[in-house]
Each structure stands twice: as structure tokens, then as C-alpha cells.
């Protein structure tokens, strides 16, 4: 079949067969469901969009996916909670001057490094600044925490944020992620590969054990809940006698064909199941807009001159740089960049879940899985990367109800109580690993390219 | 000078003992990454989960052991279980090099392309252990807790600080140096050790003088199988056991394998102590220390500790950190390849 060898219909092939997934879930299972699914596909591919930036362009192994993530779903929290000015009030002034003790910190490590000769004793005297500063900022930080957690803990226990529309969130989230790329980046880059895989490692461990302790800012684990939304709530929808009447609009024929008395209790339970995928829908729309937007940004990047420079610093560093590209410079910017797009992506899923809860991030979910999506999907193609997207995480989701299947199907002769039998049954939700990481070794090993393969465009010649 | 005294049994009771032990499981832990780095040139993701995997194994051979009624005495009967641990998962390890990594050495792939098929690998057992034996924490500690209980040290030196030494702790330290001093022996003595380094230095020159390379890897998985499991073992016994809690030692690992220098086997252990003993120091509490040491009214009113626990992670990031920015061969000059 040469057919199959054409990209383009390739491309079409797979993003039908998804959307047939993702109705046969509507049709079989229900419709919200299949939103739902839908709309964390969308966010998972812009995660792989992200990641595929960094793998498919400059070759980079960015293994703290999680962290990046997390630091969007602080800047969702930060920008939409309203502010509680009475921990402002009780802590403001302290934490302010922690920060300033920071700034001044850094300051005085700048100047000991300026002024003193390079070597073993700019070293120590830097270190001594800084320790010296540790204490300094210690002192103002921890009264301000103290205070700070101490008002209605409860119920609030941290500063709360701007009180700003959530959307805006999504571009600072990516901006956070960004900032702390730079940092990651400037370190690691320039050193082998492997540091920066080990390096993003670190720092994604260290951002999600920030977000679980640093109560005052994001009240750690005991969770933020209730985020403002983008879109109605489905309360609010059920009342208001405009989206009433779209729903019977809708459902015109049907309700005529129901009995007067019961016309009333019919609409009522199609409002409140409409309610629900409107809002899901509308949530749909949105990422749509985002992930639309990312990709269209990522294939004229890569089509740019700017691309064709990665490109070739991804296929020959050495040449690339015997041409005077900068190439620690070109991995930089490339590495926050496609960090930033995986900081609104995390910043987008903590919209959607409406609470940020920093105990759910864990590194296989939120790390491996990401990077599955973009291997499967064909590294370095950003279209590839949301059809694996899509494809890694329907299949996430519903490999549990299949796993449990046919963990029953294959413990159905054993006895009812077998110890065997129970354990086998408690553990399918295990074997999705496991099955990820197989699908990723034979993905890699059979067919390096994924579903679909990088084009590689040669000018004639 | 009774309160000196205090201060440092406090000390070696919350800061060197635990310290000791602890630097003595990254160190065999970070041997094991530091070889497969130096020979097979890549970070191995999956060594955390080939711990976890081992660990594993050996506790399920130590419930069956103590089903039977099998004991080790004083000691704990993990230890009859560890060497059959070891010879399985240096098979399943070489098993999977057969299956997985040899296809990509012999195609001279990009070491970043290892390493991401090590992640892939890293699943596929992550997901092992979580199927076989479960997410959650076991406990498979036996024989006898204490070396030295708190109590016996109080009564016999007269000190208010007691200083307890757990058994696990004793025998992390001695298999340590016996493990690294076997090691060491078979690096520099035997033919197939030299030869390790020998490859681990130049790989072309060594296939010029007619090194087996494919014994050269097998070895070399065995030990970090070997190597990792018992490290694993020893952390269970010492602490216990949870899946999660290995992957995340893969940190202080590489952390440790780095500061020491890469493909420096003295190296992994100067750096598995290093970042241990930085954890610990920089998370433990000084108050009560302090309170020995200064006069009275100097008496801190704080925890006095540096960084809180939850953050110990952080500590080995940031010594990695100023390795690579200060000088990234590290401490005993490695490769920087």
C-alpha cells in the first residue's frame, strides 16, 4: 500500500480513526465522558507540542515535564484567587523584605565574584555571602510564613492571589515555566546531553516538593479548590431561563412526544445533563483555540529560518557551529521556549480540574507519559506529537476499564476469594505502566519515526 | 564538658550514624551508574527501578524463607535471601540488555537515544514492581533491631544523650566496605576487570587488543545489578521499602556519580558520602545541639535547621548544581564526553 506512505493522508487517516475513538466513547460509554477525555487530549498534546520542541527540533531531553506543569497550575491559583488581605496584612511586610534580603543576596554574591581573583577563594567567599544571606533572609521569611499560615487556616492559610480572570493565567503560567527553564538551561546546556536530563529531573522534583510545603503560598497539600472558571457553571446554567429554552429547542421533538405531566421533570434532567457538556464543550473551545494556535506557531517556526538553523544544529552540531551559530545559545532558547508551552499547558489543566492539588503531580504521569505521546506520535513532527497526544492518553484512560476486563476474563476460573485472584485484580491499574513503557520500546525500536514521521524537506538541487 | 560530650553523641545519633549509612547505600548505588556511564556511556534512568526490582525480589524470598521458619539469627534473613535476589536480577538485567540495549550499541546509537530507551525500560519495571508487590510500603526487617539501644548507651556512660546504633545501620557500613574493597580488587587485579577500564578508557583501543566486548557489558550489568541491589536491600532494611522512594533516589545518585567524577568508581563513593552527609546535615535540627554548646543565654529559640526535611532532595539538586557550574569533571576529574 504506497498510499499509506503519503504523509499527508496519513495525517488524515490517524485523525479520523481518533475521532472515531472518541465518538465510539460517546456512543457506547456517554458523551461527557468522551468530552472529557477530549479535553485532556487536548491539553496532553500541547504538553507534547512542548516536549516535541525540545526533542524533535534541538534534540533536547527534558525529563522534568512535571515541574513545568505544576509551576502552570501554580500560576493558575496565584492569578485568579482573590487576594486575603488579612495574611497580606499580618505578613506582607515581612515576606517583602525576604524578598529584597534575596535580591540584596544575590547582589552581594555579583560583587564578590567581580571584585575577588577567580579561584578556590571566590569560590569560598561566595559561598560565605551566600550563607550569610541564607540567614538574613531566614529571618524575615519565617516570622511572615508563621503569621501568614496562622490566618483561617482553615480556609485560607496563604496570601491567595490576584483575583484576575483565570485565562490570563495560561501565558503566565507559561512565563514561570520559562523563568525556570532559564535557570535549568544556563546550567545545564553546553555540558553532555545527559546533565540536562538529569538536571530537569532534579528541578521538577524540587518544584512539586516547594508546592507541597510552601503552605503560604499555594497552602501545600492541603489543596486550593474552587478556582474561578472560564466558563459558566453548570449551577448557574440549570437556572437561567435563556440556556432553558436552547435546551428545548433542542429537544423539541422529544419533548413533544413526552406527557404533560412528566414534560417538566424531562426538561429538568436534560438541562442538567446538557449543562454539563456545555460546559465541557466550551471548555473543548478554548483549548482548541490554545493548541490551534501553539501548533500553527510551531510549524512556521520550524519552516522559518530560525528553524532550519535548529535543524541543522540538531543534525550536525560541529558543522553548525563551524558556520558561527551560537549553539549553547540556540538550545537555550529553544529549551524555554518549549518549556513555556508545557507551563500553559499545566496552567490549562489546572483550569479545567477547578482546584490545585500538588500531591496529584507525579513524574509517570505527568513526565513519561508526555514523552511517550511525543515518541509514538513521531519526534519531531508537531502534528505527530498531538495525534499522539490524543492516542496515548485515550488510551490511558481506558486501558483501566479494559485492564480490569480482562484481568477478570483471566482470573474468571479461579476461586471467588483466591488471594491470587485479588491481587491480580487490585494490580491491573499497574500494568498500564508497564504497558506504556513497552509501547515505548517498541516504538523505538521498530519504527523510530512513530505514527507519523518527521518530513524531512531537501531544496532541490 | 559533660555538655560537649552530649553535644556530640546528639551529633552522632542524628547527623554521623544515620549519615554513615546512608552514604554507604548512594555509594553503592552510585557505583553502579558511575560503570554503566563510564562502559556503556550512558545515564542509566532505570537504575532506581533495577534497586526497587532487586529489593523486590529479595523481600519475596525473604517472606517465603520466613514462612518456612527459615532465620538468620541476629542478622536479618534478608541476607540468605540477597544473593538469590542478586543472581535474578543480574539475569533479568542482562536479559534485558540482550533484548533492548544491545540493538542500539551495536547500531552505535546517540547516547541520548539510550538513555531515553532506559526511561523506557525504567517503566517497564516501575510497573513490574508495582504489579507484583504493590505500591505501598513494606517492611521486612528482622533478627535483632539494635547494635547499641539509646538506653544501654545512657546507662553505661552516664550521658543524657544516648547514642543507638541499629543493626541495619552496622551491616549497611560493613557490607559496604566489603562489597567496594571486593570491587576494587576486581578492577585492578583480575584480567576482566582491567579490562573493564581499559574500555571504559579508550573503547576502540581496547577492541584493537582484542577485548570481548560483549563480556566487557555483561560484566558490567551483573555488577550494577549486583551493586544496586544490595544498595536497594540495605535501604529497605535501614528504612523501607516503597517503590516510589527509589525512583527517587536516582537523584542523589547521579548527583553522587557526577560530584565524584563520572566513570570514577573512587569517585561514586567520595560523592555518595557527600551528598549524604550535605542531606543530612543541612536537614537535621541544631537546637538541642546548640543548646549544649552555648551558654545559656545564647540559647537558640528556633529549630535551627537549615532546610527543612521535604527538601532533601533539593540538596542534592544543588550540589549537582554547583558542580556543573564550577567544575563539571567533579571532584576527582572524570569524563566530560
Not at chain 1, 523584605?97 to 564578590?112: D, E, P
Not at chain 1, 498500564?432 to 514521521?453: A, N
Not at chain 2, 517492611?139 to 548507651?153: H, P, S, T, V, Y
Request: proline share 3%; hydrophobic share 55%; aromatic share 12%.
Amino acid at each position: 500500500m504506497n498510499l499509506l506512505q503519503n504523509p499527508s493522508l496519513r495525517a488524515v487517516l490517524a485523525f479520523s480513526i481518533m475521532a472515531g475513538l472518541l465518538v465510539t466513547v460517546g456512543v457506547y460509554q456517554s458523551w461527557s465522558l468522551a468530552l472529557t477525555i477530549l479535553n485532556l487530549c487536548i491539553i496532553s498534546s500541547i504538553m507534547a507540542l512542548g516536549v516535541n520542541i525540545q526533542w524533535g527540533y534541538a534534540g533536547l531531553f527534558n525529563v522534568g515535564t512535571m515541574g513545568f506543569a505544576a509551576l502552570g497550575g501554580v500560576a493558575a491559583v496565584l492569578i485568579s484567587k482573590a487576594p486575603v488581605a488579612e495574611a497580606w496584612a499580618v505578613g506582607g511586610v515581612n515576606l517583602l523584605l525576604a524578598g529584597v534580603m534575596v535580591l540584596v543576596t544575590i547582589g552581594a554574591m555579583v560583587v564578590v565574584r567581580r571584585v575577588m581573583a577567580k579561584g578556590t577563594m571566590q569560590f569560598l567567599a561566595m559561598f560565605a555571602t551566600g550563607l550569610a544571606g541564607y540567614f538574613l533572609i531566614r529571618t524575615f521569611y519565617d516570622p511572615a510564613v508563621t503569621s501568614i499560615e496562622a490566618v483561617d487556616s482553615a480556609r485560607f492559610g496563604y496570601l491567595g492571589g490576584l483575583g484576575l480572570p483565570i485565562i490570563i493565567s495560561w501565558p503566565i503560567g507559561g512565563l514561570f515555566a520559562a523563568g525556570a527553564a532559564w535557570i535549568v538551561g544556563k546550567v545545564a546546556l553546553g555540558l553532555r546531553s545527559d546533565y540536562l536530563a538529569i538536571a530537569t529531573l532534579g528541578i521538577s522534583e524540587i518544584i512539586v516538593a516547594v508546592l507541597k510545603n510552601e503552605d503560604w503560598l499555594t497552602r501545600g497539600v492541603k489543596n486550593v479548590s474552587s478556582l474561578p472558571r472560564p466558563v459558566p457553571f453548570e449551577i448557574n446554567l440549570q437556572v437561567s431561563p435563556q440556556f432553558i429554552g436552547w435546551v428545548e429547542w433542542f429537544h423539541a421533538s422529544t419533548l413533544a412526544g413526552i406527557a404533560d405531566g412528566e414534560r417538566v421533570a424531562a426538561l429538568k434532567q436534560m438541562t442538567i445533563e446538557a449543562s454539563t457538556i456545555f460546559v465541557k464543550i466550551s471548555y473543548a473551545g478554548l483549548f482548541s483555540i490554545v493548541l490551534i494556535f501553539i501548533l500553527m506557531l510551531s510549524v512556521l517556526a520550524l519552516n522559518s529560518p530560525w528553524g532550519r538553523m535548529m535543524r541543522a544544529i540538531r543534525d550536525n552540531e560541529t558543522a553548525a557551529s563551524a558556520m558561527g551559530k551560537n549553539i549553547t545559545r540556540s538550545h537555550l532558547q529553544i529549551f524555554i521556549l518549549g518549556s513555556a508551552v508545557v507551563g500553559i499547558a499545566g496552567a490549562m489543566l489546572t483550569t479545567l480540574d477547578g482546584q490545585f492539588t500538588p500531591g496529584s503531580y507525579n513524574p509517570l504521569r505527568f513526565t513519561f507519559l508526555i514523552w511517550v505521546m511525543v515518541i509514538i506520535g513521531g519526534s519531531g513532527n508537531n502534528l505527530g506529537s498531538v495525534i499522539g497526544g490524543f492516542l496515548i492518553w485515550f488510551m490511558w484512560i481506558e486501558a483501566e476499564p479494559v485492564g480490569n476486563y480482562l484481568m477478570e476474563f483471566v482470573t474468571s476460573g479461579m476461586d471467588e476469594n483466591s488471594a491470587l485472584r485479588n491481587h491480580l485484580l487490585d494490580s491491573a491499574q499497574h500494568m498500564r505502566l508497564f504497558v506504556m513503557g513497552l509501547i515505548l520500546l517498541i516504538v523505538l525500536r521498530f519504527s523510530p519515526g512513530g505514527i507519523l514521521p518527521q518530513r524531512v524537506k531537501r531544496s532541490e538541487s | 564538658m559533660t555538655d560537649f560530650l552530649n553535644a556530640i553523641v546528639l551529633f552522632s545519633n542524628f547527623v554521623l550514624v544515620p549519615g554513615l549509612a546512608y552514604g554507604s547505600q548512594l555509594a553503592l548505588g552510585a557505583l553502579g551508574v558511575t560503570l554503566v556511564f563510564g562502559i556503556l556511556r550512558f545515564a542509566n534512568f532505570a537504575h532506581g527501578d533495577t534497586m526497587a526490582f532487586g529489593t523486590m525480589i529479595t523481600i519475596l524470598i525473604t517472606w517465603w524463607f520466613q514462612s518456612m521458619g527459615i532465620n538468620f539469627g541476629v542478622l536479618p534473613t534478608a541476607l540468605l535471601a540477597l544473593p538469590f535476589g542478586v543472581v535474578l536480577t543480574a539475569l533479568f538485567v542482562v536479559g534485558t540488555d540482550r533484548v533492548v540495549y544491545r540493538y542500539y550499541r551495536e547500531r552505535k546509537t546517540e547516547p541520548i537515544i539510550i538513555v531515553m530507551v532506559s526511561v523506557g525500560v525504567m517503566f517497564v519495571m516501575n510497573g513490574l514492581v508495582r504489579f507484583i508487590i504493590g505500591p505501598n510500603d513494606q517492611r521486612f526487617a528482622d533478627g535483632q533491631r539494635f547494635l547499641i539501644k539509646a538506653r544501654e548507651f545512657k546507662e553505661m556512660t552516664g550521658l543524657d544523650e544516648g547514642l543507638a546504633i541499629r543493626s541495619s545501620q552496622a551491616l549497611t557500613v560493613v557490607v559496604a566496605v566489603v562489597l567496594v574493597a571486593a570491587l576494587f580488587w576486581y578492577l585492578q587485579k583480575t584480567k576482566t576487570g582491567k579490562a573493564m577500564r581499559a574500555f571504559s578508557d579508550n573503547e576502540d583501543l581496547a577492541l584493537l587488543s582484542g577485548i570481548d566486548p560483549d563480556k566487557i557489558v555483561r560484566v558490567t550489568w551483573i555488577i550494577a545489578a549486583a551493586l544496586a541491589t544490595i544498595a536497594g536491600v540495605l535501604y529497605g532494611l535501614d528504612k523501607s521499602f516503597k517503590p516510589f522512594t527509589y525512583f527517587q533516589l536516582l537523584l542523589p545518585m547521579f548527583a553522587a556519580a557526577i560530584v565524584g567524577g563520572i566513570g570514577q568508581p573512587v569517585g561514586a563513593i567520595v560523592g555518595g558520602f557527600v551528598v549524604a552527609f550535605s542531606e543530612v546535615t543541612i536537614t537535621y535540627a541544631y537546637k538541642k545541639f546548640l543548646i549544649y554548646l552555648l551558654p545559656n543565654e545564647w540559647a537558640p529559640s528556633g529549630l535551627m535547621q537549615l532546610l527543612s526535611t521535604d527538601y532533601k532532595f533539593a540538596v542534592s539538586f544543588i550540589i549537582l548544581v554547583v558542580v556543573l557550574l564550577v567544575r563539571p569533571t567533579g571532584i576527582l576529574k572524570g569524563r566530560l564526553f
